[in-house]
């Protein structure tokens, strides 16, 4: 799958403000901390960071979507972070997980 593919879902399939103009947009945005949502901006900050993601077209797997997340999971898991950023960044990984779930089902034909 592509970030485009996985922000473009995660977009559609969330309650959160994924993209913030085209996809490109939205990656620069969020490596510039520029993001509307500051909370997706580190979100997608994250991934795309984690994966190595350079443009759009660049493919991520799972495991790597999900663990590049981990150091924004553990700040917003902390005692005085706030509860909208522990909530985006649990929905996020569930919605990851339906991503690709969705991808291996049209993969196997189903």
């Known amino acids: 799958?592509?970030?485009?593919?996985?922000?473009?879902?995660?977009?559609?399939?969330?309650?959160?403000?994924v993209l913030d103009g085209e996809?490109?947009?939205?990656?620069?945005k969020a490596?510039?901390?520029?993001?509307?949502?500051?909370?997706m901006g580190?979100?997608?900050?994250g991934i795309a960071d984690g994966?190595?993601?350079d443009s759009p077209d660049s493919t991520?797997?799972?495991?790597?979507?999900?663990?590049a997340l981990g150091p924004v999971r553990l700040k917003y898991m902390a005692d005085d972070a706030p509860v909208e950023g522990f909530r985006a960044v649990e929905g996020t990984i569930h919605a990851i997980?339906?991503?690709?779930?969705?991808?291996?089902?049209?993969?196997?034909?189903?």
């Open 60 to 67: 991520l797997e799972r495991v790597d979507a999900v663990n």
């Open 1 to 17: 799958m592509t970030i485009s593919e996985l922000l473009e879902y995660l977009d559609a399939n969330t309650q959160f403000s």
């Open 51 to 53: 994966c190595g993601c």
């Open 31 to 39: 490596r510039a901390g520029t993001h509307s949502d500051p909370i």
């Open 97 to 110: 997980d339906g991503a690709f779930n969705e991808e291996a089902l049209r993969q196997k034909g189903g």
């Open 23 to 28: 996809v490109q947009q939205t990656l620069d």
């Open 42 to 45: 580190e979100i997608v900050k």
